[in-house]
């Protein structure tokens, strides 16, 4: 067939943002560059997407090294890895179409070249912001979708808590806990960010892990009855906290480790392993983009949520691909206001 | 009915092991003392049993306080809880007839009124010795066959690991996961405790943690293809080895903590967080006394593969109730040769 072309006319540069130098802690504006670069031709059997909206998410920090986590560091000069959400703009494939609206790995990049074998899905609603498709109807709600359902699998009644509670996975999850009949208690900081998961997201109760009140002692009185299941974002001394309060037979879904500054050398924290014997306890963890078997399910239910508004996501929405190279540091840091992304 | 009375006439007294004073660490045979007194007549719907062993088990530490364990500690004053196995000798329940085989929680005493709902199981076969209603075709049996069964599942060809090696839930476990096909690796103090693993139990491999080599090398060589399942019987520096190796998807069992001294104040160790999150990994602990459910199955299990020869259980057998205020302190120390049991 012959290969579709956008009505106007595809750019012939675009904007790339590459690593300079190998983050030390947190990422920086100045670990990253921006580049001009012509746009690849169309390869064979191929697609060009136009990135609409670039993801930043928590995991970048170990993408981009050091070494040491579940894939290899992304190398110096290379664009930097990312999810994003574009449009088709070229095809030389019958499945896709100009105009098809892709999420996948695109990466910080306004222009990308895609192999349909990498797409992560194609956006079949139009009623929905296509932003959402990075946030809680994308790998933010899979992950809260996954970590809830799978293995926190909380019962009605019961007490579900999770940490990042006012961020883009833990406000996602409180609600899906919600929905499935938990009391659901978020733990985050400062009283903007309590504020927010109990009137924007419905959470009964929230701690602020910042206050001066011993997070033991203010986990103790939001929840009387003991937490039946955790979602963690952070490990560390939060989710040590956590653990004194499980039930017997309680479930932990590991997520994430936003509380770990770096894991070289090994840090150390309360030993877990009495915990989980006393309690018959389980603690599991997962990663998102390896639990692809389960997007399908996870998506039908989310874009459901999403459109009966079970289910909000908020976002804080960085304008042009000049405000990416800092935009790490600024999630990191906790200065956004839910879901962070980048409008193109 | 009338109650059954065993031919010979029931003795009117019997000794019995208190605790004297609440351990501190380690219970040392100081904490006990022997005391003679009148049994107690059968009382109505009950049985009168005669220990013919009494067990000796790791979980006793935990039992006999300091409190914070999974369950009350044992009062000063009381008999020292313990799994035993008797024949009963007086019997005024119809579904049990004098000279019938049990095993249950009857304690640290010769002679003892048992209500029959706090039976643990009837012994039904006579060709197999009954202290091994207390050793592998026992709690010790179930435990291993939970945890290896149940929660480290190892599927043929991986790799499987295993702490407290050779002492009776640990070579009962490498066995177990021998026989579903596993590849198994014992971790173990001291050259002939390594020696039994693969000689008496048929280990593929065994670790010696006293060894001067740091236990990462020994088990990295031992376990070329990393670590996909493991039992946990010790806790502490062990398992955090164990934890740098586990493979994508691994399954971690936690059964004990010998390793851990003491849990108040609360111990340290290396976090766990990133392990299971990068590794996809689970860790689930289990207390064999609650998993009742799961005996039945377990109990059938064992007793045809002890019958067939594919488990067998090595048995330090001390003789005489005297001896048993020093029996938990020899096992805790490690000085016990297999499934250590008192014989009356």
Redesign the interface.
Known sequence: MAAQQAEVAVATSHRQVLLKTRPDGVPKASDFEIVTVPVDPLPKGSLLVRNRWLSVDPAMKLWLGPPG??MAPTPIGAVVPSYAAGEVIASDHPDFDVGDRLVGRFGWQEIVAVDPETIYWKVSYDDLPLSQSLGVIGMNGIAAFVGVNDICKPKSGETFVVSTAAGAVGSAAGQIAKLMGARVVGITGGPEKCRQCIEDFGFDAAVDYKSSEPLLDALKTACPNGIDSYL?LT??SI?DAVRHLITVGARIA????AA?PS?NP??????????????????????TS?QRHRWPDALQHLETWARDGGLVGREDILDGIDKAPGSIARLLNGENQGKLVIKL
């Open positions: 986590a579940y963690d490990g560390g989710s590991l997520c994430g480790t770990v894991w090994w840090p150390l924290g309360e030993r877990v392993e009495r915990h989980l014997l006393n309690k018959q306890a389980l603690m599991q963890g997962y990663i390896f």
